[in-house]
């Protein structure tokens, strides 16, 4: 492995908070970089801090909450998208633009590993039950598996021009992913077999997807402004948001069930209980970009705002 890392840097960082509370939660808004460097995913560490990416700067950051956030450089530009904790106590992450896979350790040690398919857009990435991580490539219609030592497999799908996004390791012991272009959620086992799942809603064009507790998984429809819920045996349910042109970008899974995503368009935040109540909530400043949600150590759900910064929502206890 061929170390690229620096070490912790600064410049640039800062940490100020704008807040609103409405009768049910807060919304505080740290501010993390400038708006030019864009966190767009956040996952929680092993070492109890928020990690980030911030895409245009080639970045990786960390947030404690209540303290000041830091950043480590990697190739400016690389285009580090999205990021999940692997199995072996680092952090793992896409670079988009670069074409690779890259491994940050919680002191800031950064490795990087190439990629078999040039030219291949990793862009979604996540820790698979075999102790290996899986990731999607938007430009060569693949699933790939990584291992922690950097041997790579890749797994072309039974379909081309997909656009393959988002992955989340599902409780049934396969991998699930969505199928931007080809209107689809899929499921790849740990032998690289894949069933692919149309959705009811034609050019509904799904990004995100997350597990839930219950064995089912959750996702956004981008061009649809619907959030889906699939069920391990490939039955679907489509939610209509109010706001049909908010463009539902991430989702994640809060421990009571609760689906929190975001809405890149309509600038807010929403939820989505398990039996499909949804609520929506305005961020606080105008045009904020918001893209990856992510549970946080706080148990919270975190926001990345493109715009520079991470929103925190979090319930507000009744008076």
């Known amino acids: 492995m061929k170390e690229r890392g620096t070490p912790d840097v600064r410049a640039d960082v800062r940490t100020d908070e704008r807040t609103d ?8 808004v740290h501010t993390v970089s400038d708006g030019d460097a864009g966190p767009y995913a956040p996952t929680t560490g092993p070492d109890g801090a928020l990690w ?11 947030l404690v909450p209540g303290a000041e956030a830091t950043a480590h450089q990697i190739d400016p530009g690389a285009g580090p998208t999205v990021i999940t904790p692997g199995p072996d106590g680092a952090l793992w992450f896409t670079e988009y633009k670069a074409h690779r ?10 490795d990087g590993f190439g990629l078999p398919t040039p030219e291949c857009g990793p862009f979604g990435i996540a820790a698979g039950p075999d102790g290996a ?9 693949r699933i790939g598996r990584i291992t922690v030592d950097g041997d790579v497999i890749e ?8 656009f393959p996004s988002a992955i989340v390791a599902g409780g049934d012991g ?6 931007n272009t080809a209107n689809a959620v899929g499921r790849i086992d740990m032998d690289g077999e894949a069933v692919l799942h149309p959705l009811p809603t034609a050019n509904a064009a799904p990004v995100g997807i997350a597990a839930a507790g219950d064995g089912a998984l959750w996702f956004v429809e981008i061009a649809a402004g ?59 400043a105008g045009g904020s970009e918001p893209h990856g949600i992510a549970v946080g150590p706080d148990g919270a759900v975190w926001a990345a705002l493109e715009t520079g910064a991470l929103a925190r929502v979090a319930p507000v206890a009744p008076a």
Do not use: C
């Open 101 to 110: 896979i890259g491994r940050i350790t919680t002191g800031g040690a950064v």
């Open 174 to 179: 396969g991998m699930w992913f969505t199928l």
């Open 133 to 141: 991580l899986w990731f999607t490539e938007t430009a060569s219609d």
């Open 226 to 284: 619907q959030v889906g819920r699939i069920t391990p045996d490939g039955e679907i349910t489509e939610f209509p948001l109010p706001d049909r042109a908010a463009r539902p970008h991430a989702v994640t899974v809060a421990d009571d069930g609760t689906a929190w995503f975001t809405e890149w368009a309509g600038n807010r935040v929403g939820a989505v209980t398990p039996d499909g109540a949804i609520t929506t909530y305005d961020l606080p």
């Open 52 to 62: 980030f990416t911030l895409v245009h700067a080639g970045r990786i950051g960390r």
């Open 155 to 162: 797994y072309p799908l039974p379909v081309t021009g997909a």
């Open 21 to 28: 509370v409405r009768a049910d939660v807060r919304i505080d």
